[in-house]
C-alpha cells in the first residue's frame, strides 16, 4: 500500500470517512431502536438535578452515538417545559463525556475482524425477522463499518507522512496551537460530526504523519466545531433552544481557552498515561479526548448556576416554554380524600387545554409564517398534552379504586373524557404542523383566498376550543352553548370551503397538491371542533 497515487489516497480517504460516518449513524440507529423510545424518558425522568442531567447526558450519547443528537432531544424537553435551562446545561455537558465513548472504542483496534463483524451484522439483518435481533445485527454491522472505514481512512492518510508540505504543516501546528484549533473546528463543521474528526486525527496519530503535541490543539478545536451544529438547530428557533446551543458554545469554548493556557502540562498528563499504561496511539488520542472533556465538566459543573444567567443574559427575550409538568395531581389527594383527588385531575385538566389553546395558536402562526419557531413550540406543546394525558389518566385510574360518590363518579368520567378530547386536538394539530412543514418541503404554494379561508376557520376553531374548555372550568353551560353554535359554523365552513377548492382547482387556480394539503388542513380542524364540541356536551349534559 505504499506506493499508492493521490487519486487512491483520495479515494481510499474520502470513501472510508463516507463508511465511517455511515457505520455511526447506522450503530446509533440500532443502539436507539433497541432502547426503543426511552431515549425521551430518560431525560425526563433523570434529569431531576444538573448531576443527574450529566449522567442521562452520557447514557443518552452513548445509544444515540451522536452528542449533537443528545443537545437536539434536550432542546425540545427545554421547550416543553420539561426541563429547565440548568438541567439542560447538565445533560449538555454529559453528551461532550458521552461522546468520547465512540473514540475509546476506536482505540481498540480490531480492524483486522472489520469484515467477519460485517458478515455478522448482514447475517442477523437478513436471516432473522425478531424485530430486537434485526436492531442488534443493525448496531453490530454498524460496529463493522465503524472499523472496515477506519481502515481505509488509514490507508488513504498513510502516505501523509512522507509529504514535505504536511510534515511543514504539522510543524506549525505544533507551534502555534490556534492553528490546530481552527483546522479541528473547520474540519469538524465540514462533515458534521466530531467522532469522524475525532477518527481521522486518531488515523493521523496512528500513521505517525501527526505528534501528539500538535493533535491536542486539533482535539480542542474538534469539540468546538461540534457545537456549530447545534448553533445550526437553533437558528429560528425558540428562546430555549438558542439558549441550551449558546451554552454547549460558550462549554467548549471556556474548556478549549482554559485548556490551551494549560497546554504543556496538559499534554505531559497525557503522555504520562500513555507511558504508564503502554497506550496504542489510537487509544492515546480517546484519553487525550476522555481527560480533556471529563475535566471540563468537573471544573464547569459547580458553575451551571452561573452559565445559566449568562446565557439569559447573552439571548434576550421571552421563554416560551410553558410547564407541562403536573401541578395538582398530589398523590396525597388519593389516600385522604378523593373527592379532591377528583377536583385536582379536573385542574390539571384545564392546564392541559391551556397547553391545547397556546398549541392551536402556534399551529397558525406557522401556518402564516412558515417560521420553523411556531412548529417547535407546538410540537413541544403537544408532547406536553400528551405527558399530562398519560399523568392524568393514571392518577384517574388509581382513584377511581376509591370509595367515591355519585357526583364524583359523574365527574370522575367527565374529565377522563375530556382529557381524551385534548389529547386528540393535540393529535390534529400536530397533524396541520406536519402537513405545513410538507408544504414548504415540496414548496407548494396556497393561494390568497385559500389562506383567507383558512385563517377564517383557524380563528374559529381556536375561538371554539377556548369557550368549550372554559366553559367546562366554570361549568358555565350558556358557554358550552356558544361553544357548540360556533362548531356548527365550522361544519357549515368546512362544506363551503371544500366546495370552493373544487372550483379553484377546476378554474386552474391551484395545483392538486396544494389541493390535497387545504383539503386535509380544514378536514382536522373540523375533527377538532368536533372534540370541542364534545367537551361542551358534557357540560350541556350536566345541567
Same mark, same amino acid.
Given at each position: 500500500?505504499?506506493?499508492?497515487?493521490?487519486? @487512491?489516497?483520495?479515494?481510499?480517504?474520502?470513501?472510508?470517512?463516507?463508511?465511517?460516518?455511515?457505520?455511526?449513524?447506522?450503530?446509533?440507529?440500532?443502539?436507539?431502536?433497541?432502547?426503543?423510545?426511552?431515549?425521551?424518558? !430518560?431525560?425526563?425522568?433523570?434529569?431531576?438535578?444538573?448531576?443527574?442531567?450529566?449522567?442521562?447526558?452520557?447514557?443518552?450519547?452513548?445509544?444515540?452515538?451522536?452528542?449533537?443528537?443528545?443537545?437536539?432531544?434536550?432542546?425540545?424537553?427545554?421547550?416543553?417545559?420539561?426541563?429547565?435551562?440548568?438541567?439542560?446545561?447538565?445533560?449538555?455537558?454529559?453528551?461532550?463525556?458521552?461522546?468520547?465513548?465512540?473514540?475509546?472504542? &476506536?482505540?481498540?483496534?480490531? #480492524?483486522?475482524?472489520?469484515?467477519?463483524?460485517?458478515?455478522?451484522?448482514?447475517?442477523?439483518?437478513?436471516?432473522?425477522?425478531?424485530?430486537?435481533?434485526?436492531?442488534?445485527? @443493525?448496531?453490530?454491522?454498524?460496529?463493522?463499518?465503524?472499523?472496515?472505514?477506519?481502515?481505509?481512512?488509514?490507508?488513504?492518510?498513510?502516505?501523509?507522512?512522507?509529504? @514535505?508540505?504536511?510534515?511543514?504543516?504539522?510543524?506549525?501546528?505544533?507551534?502555534?496551537?490556534?492553528?490546530?484549533?481552527?483546522?479541528?473546528? !473547520?474540519?469538524?463543521? +465540514?462533515?458534521? +460530526?466530531?467522532?469522524?474528526?475525532?477518527?481521522?486525527?486518531?488515523?493521523?496519530?496512528?500513521?505517525?504523519? &501527526?505528534?501528539?503535541?500538535?493533535? &491536542?490543539?486539533?482535539?480542542?478545536?474538534?469539540?468546538?466545531?461540534?457545537?456549530?451544529?447545534?448553533?445550526?438547530?437553533?437558528?429560528?428557533? +425558540?428562546?430555549?433552544?438558542?439558549?441550551?446551543?449558546?451554552?454547549?458554545?460558550?462549554?467548549?469554548?471556556?474548556?478549549?481557552?482554559?485548556?490551551?493556557?494549560?497546554?504543556?502540562?496538559?499534554?505531559?498528563?497525557?503522555?504520562?498515561?500513555?507511558?504508564?499504561?503502554?497506550?496504542?496511539?489510537?487509544?492515546?488520542?480517546?484519553?487525550?479526548?476522555?481527560?480533556?472533556?471529563?475535566?471540563?465538566?468537573?471544573?464547569?459543573?459547580?458553575?451551571?448556576?452561573?452559565?445559566?444567567?449568562?446565557?439569559?443574559?447573552?439571548?434576550?427575550?421571552?421563554?416560551?416554554?410553558?410547564?407541562?409538568?403536573?401541578?395538582?395531581?398530589?398523590? !396525597?389527594?388519593?389516600?385522604? +380524600?378523593?373527592?379532591?383527588?377528583?377536583?385536582?385531575?379536573?385542574?390539571?385538566?384545564?392546564?392541559?387545554?391551556?397547553?391545547?389553546?397556546?398549541?392551536?395558536?402556534?399551529?397558525?402562526?406557522?401556518?402564516?409564517?412558515?417560521?420553523?419557531?411556531?412548529?417547535?413550540?407546538?410540537?413541544?406543546?403537544?408532547?406536553?398534552?400528551?405527558?399530562?394525558?398519560?399523568?392524568?389518566?393514571?392518577?384517574?385510574?388509581?382513584?377511581?379504586?376509591?370509595?367515591?360518590?355519585?357526583?364524583? #363518579?359523574?365527574?370522575?368520567?367527565?374529565?377522563?373524557?375530556?382529557?381524551?378530547?385534548?389529547?386528540?386536538?393535540?393529535?390534529?394539530?400536530?397533524?396541520?404542523?406536519?402537513?405545513?412543514?410538507?408544504?414548504?418541503?415540496?414548496?407548494?404554494?396556497?393561494?390568497?383566498?385559500?389562506?383567507?379561508?383558512?385563517?377564517?376557520?383557524?380563528?374559529?376553531?381556536?375561538?371554539?376550543?377556548?369557550?368549550?374548555?372554559? #366553559?367546562?372550568?366554570?361549568?358555565?353551560?350558556?358557554?358550552?352553548?356558544?361553544?357548540?353554535?360556533?362548531?356548527?359554523? &365550522?361544519?357549515?365552513?368546512?362544506?363551503?370551503?371544500?366546495?370552493?377548492?373544487?372550483?379553484?382547482?377546476?378554474?386552474?387556480?391551484? #395545483?392538486?397538491?396544494?389541493?390535497?394539503?387545504?383539503?386535509?388542513?380544514?378536514?382536522?380542524?373540523?375533527?377538532?371542533?368536533?372534540?370541542?364540541?364534545? !367537551?361542551?356536551?358534557?357540560?350541556?349534559?350536566? @345541567?
Amino acid at each position: 500500500m505504499e506506493d499508492i497515487s493521490v487519486q @487512491q489516497m483520495i479515494f481510499l480517504f474520502v470513501g472510508g470517512l463516507g463508511l465511517f460516518l455511515f457505520g455511526i449513524k447506522y450503530m446509533g440507529d440500532g443502539l436507539q431502536r433497541s432502547a426503543g423510545d426511552k431515549l425521551r424518558d !430518560i431525560l425526563d425522568r433523570f434529569t431531576t438535578n444538573p448531576f443527574m442531567g450529566v449522567l442521562a447526558g452520557i447514557v443518552v450519547t452513548v445509544l444515540l452515538q451522536t452528542s449533537t443528537g443528545t443537545t437536539v432531544l434536550t432542546i425540545g424537553l427545554v421547550n416543553a417545559g420539561f426541563m429547565t435551562l440548568r438541567q439542560a446545561i447538565g445533560v449538555i455537558m454529559g453528551a461532550n463525556i458521552g461522546t468520547t465513548v465512540t473514540a475509546f472504542i &476506536i482505540g481498540i483496534d480490531i #480492524s483486522a475482524y472489520a469484515l467477519p463483524i460485517l458478515a455478522v451484522g448482514t447475517f442477523l439483518l437478513f436471516f432473522f425477522k425478531n424485530k430486537k435481533v434485526v436492531y442488534f445485527g @443493525q448496531t453490530v454491522f454498524g460496529f463493522g463499518a465503524i472499523f472496515y472505514g477506519l481502515e481505509l481512512m488509514s490507508d488513504g492518510l498513510r502516505p501523509l507522512r512522507d509529504f @514535505q508540505a504536511f510534515q511543514d504543516l504539522t510543524v506549525t501546528m505544533s507551534d502555534i496551537p490556534l492553528l490546530g484549533v481552527a483546522i479541528g473546528t !473547520i474540519f469538524t463543521v +465540514s462533515v458534521q +460530526s466530531s467522532t469522524a474528526a475525532i477518527g481521522v486525527l486518531q488515523s493521523l496519530h496512528a500513521e505517525g504523519a &501527526i505528534e501528539l503535541q500538535a493533535a &491536542i490543539p486539533v482535539l480542542f478545536g474538534d469539540n468546538i466545531g461540534t457545537t456549530i451544529t447545534a448553533v445550526l438547530a437553533a437558528m429560528g428557533a +425558540s428562546v430555549a433552544a438558542k439558549r441550551a446551543a449558546a451554552s454547549h458554545v460558550i462549554f467548549n469554548l471556556i474548556g478549549t481557552i482554559a485548556f490551551l493556557l494549560l497546554l504543556i502540562p496538559f499534554t505531559a498528563v497525557v503522555e504520562w498515561f500513555r507511558d504508564i499504561l503502554v497506550l496504542e496511539p489510537r487509544m492515546t488520542i480517546a484519553f487525550a479526548h476522555g481527560i480533556f472533556n471529563v475535566s471540563n465538566t468537573v471544573i464547569q459543573f459547580p458553575f451551571i448556576a452561573l452559565l445559566a444567567l449568562i446565557v439569559t443574559k447573552l439571548v434576550p427575550g421571552e421563554d416560551t416554554a410553558i410547564d407541562s409538568k403536573p401541578k395538582h395531581l398530589d398523590p !396525597i389527594f388519593l389516600e385522604q +380524600s378523593p373527592s379532591m383527588a377528583i377536583s385536582q385531575a379536573k385542574a390539571e385538566s384545564i392546564r392541559m387545554g391551556e397547553l391545547a389553546i397556546a398549541g392551536l395558536e402556534n399551529t397558525r402562526e406557522y401556518l402564516n409564517t412558515n417560521q420553523p419557531k411556531y412548529s417547535e413550540i407546538a410540537l413541544s406543546l403537544e408532547d406536553g398534552i400528551n405527558n399530562l394525558d398519560k399523568k392524568i389518566t393514571n392518577y384517574l385510574v388509581q382513584v377511581s379504586s376509591a370509595d367515591i360518590t355519585e357526583a364524583d #363518579s359523574d365527574t370522575h368520567s367527565t374529565v377522563v373524557d375530556v382529557v381524551r378530547d385534548m389529547e386528540r386536538i393535540g393529535d390534529h394539530f400536530e397533524n396541520i404542523v406536519e402537513l405545513n412543514e410538507y408544504k414548504i418541503t415540496n414548496k407548494v404554494l396556497l393561494t390568497e383566498r385559500a389562506m383567507e379561508d383558512l385563517n377564517e376557520m383557524l380563528d374559529l376553531t381556536v375561538e371554539t376550543v377556548s369557550q368549550a374548555i372554559e #366553559s367546562f372550568e366554570k361549568g358555565d353551560v350558556e358557554l358550552a352553548k356558544k361553544a357548540m353554535e360556533k362548531e356548527d359554523k &365550522i361544519d357549515e365552513m368546512e362544506r363551503v370551503y371544500r366546495k370552493k377548492h373544487i372550483m379553484r382547482l377546476n378554474e386552474g387556480e391551484c #395545483s392538486g397538491t396544494a389541493g390535497i394539503i387545504f383539503v386535509d388542513i380544514i378536514s382536522n380542524l373540523e375533527r377538532i371542533g368536533d372534540h370541542a364540541l364534545n !367537551i361542551a356536551q358534557k357540560v350541556n349534559e350536566k @345541567q
